[in-house]
């Protein structure tokens, strides 16, 4: 079964800190992973995809098969980055994406000035 | 292009009652998630539907159901209401590439009393 595990309930670091948020997952087929952030009073949007290796709002995250990792990084952290982190896993059916999520319960940043 | 659009917003309802919620997916994607968000439980997986067929489903009761029309919008219904059903329902749509990512709806916020 799918599983993904965010240890960090809570995460509270200064402006300008280095940031990362960890994510775990625990699937044996080939995973789809991906970022989800919310702010306050908004909707949850898609923050980074792994198939992207792109880099959103200075945030950054490597897929580690090994480790069965998908951390999330951010060099400076910001007073906006305060928000609701979401790590989710979706799994691929030889090349097609099926729409199950499965969340890790989520990490609460809050960056203080 | 317009979001993905949840309708209503609010719902209160009474135990027994039965409830529709609506979502209109942006526009060409065909997959169609709902997930239900709780403080306690976190975001869980209901179900999904792909060009009006139900893909996968989530570890719910029966009461828990949906349909997809041809133009793609969604409706989850739950009849039988209970208290604990009191949460935050949302849909999401995607494009089925590997690795497109979900976009999410605002929600609908469902209290039962």
């Known amino acids: 079964a799918q599983r993904v595990t965010q240890p960090e309930k809570l995460l509270s670091v200064f402006k300008g800190a280095p940031v990362e948020l960890k994510c775990n997952y625990s699937?044996?087929?080939?995973?789809?992973l991906f970022w989800y952030v919310q702010y306050s009073r908004q909707r949850l949007q898609l923050l980074l995809r792994?198939?992207s290796r792109e880099s959103i709002k200075g945030f950054t995250a490597d897929l580690n098969k090994g480790e069965t990792s998908f951390h999330l990084k951010k060099p400076f952290a910001q007073e906006e980055d305060s928000a609701m982190y979401y790590c989710?896993?979706?799994?691929?059916?030889?090349?097609?994406?099926?729409?199950?999520?499965?969340f890790g319960q989520g990490t609460i940043l809050t960056v203080h000035p | 292009k317009a979001g993905v659009t949840q309708t209503p917003r609010y719902l209160i309802k009474t135990r027994g009652q039965q409830v529709t919620l609506s979502c209109s997916p942006i526009?060409?994607?065909?997959?169609v998630s709902w997930y239900q968000q709780t403080p306690g439980q976190g975001l869980q997986f209901l179900f999904e539907?792909?060009?009006?067929?139900?893909?996968n489903k989530g570890n719910f009761p029966g009461r828990f159901s949906g349909r997809q029309f041809s133009n793609s919008r969604s409706e989850m219904n739950v009849s039988t209401l209970e208290l604990g059903d009191s949460a935050l329902y949302l849909c999401?749509?995607?494009?089925?590439?590997?690795?497109?990512?979900?976009?999410f709806g605002s929600g609908t916020r469902l209290t039962v009393v």
């Open positions: 792994h198939i």
């Open positions: 999401a749509s995607s494009s089925p590439d590997r690795g497109y990512g979900y976009t």
């Open positions: 539907y792909f060009s009006e067929t139900q893909r």
């Open positions: 526009s060409g994607h065909r997959s």
């Open positions: 989710a896993l979706n799994w691929d059916a030889g090349g097609t994406s099926y729409g199950k999520l499965t």
């Open positions: 699937y044996s087929g080939s995973p789809e």
